[in-house]
Nanobody
């Protein structure tokens, strides 16, 4: 499974961005798609996840009400809409895919496949 993330950029605080993650290859092996983010010297933190089947979603408390994860099964693509961005949202955002069957997965070790990351910079 290959993941291609895109959509990062520079935005002012309070603004919005939309990230995309296109999956290719043996995508039927995957059950959950997730977004994580990482800043230099820090661990990769969970942001949001969604299941291909049923669309079960989960969010980190820090982004609830501001970020929305969605998916387009026909396009094998997952999206992350980032609204009301704050300076602390600045990070490299990674999409990931898990083959595990649980609907809610928020640990990075649960994900097998990772995209290359896309940088989101929020200026205050």
């Amino acid at each position: 499974v290959q993941l291609q993330a895109s959509g990062g950029g520079l935005v002012q605080a309070g603004g919005s961005l939309s990230l995309s993650c296109a999956a290719s290859g043996r995508t039927l092996r995957t059950h959950v798609m997730g977004w994580f983010r990482q800043t230099p010297g820090e661990e990769r933190d969970f942001v949001a996840s969604i299941t291909w089947s049923g669309g079960f979603t989960d969010y980190a408390d820090s982004v609830k009400g501001r970020f929305t994860i969605s998916r387009d099964n026909a396009k094998n693509t997952v999206y992350l809409q980032l609204n009301n961005l704050k300076s602390e949202d600045t990070a490299v955002y990674y999409c990931a895919a898990s083959t595990l069957s649980a609907n809610y997965q928020y640990r990075s070790y649960q994900y097998t496949f990772w995209g290359q990351g896309t940088l989101v910079t929020v200026s205050s």
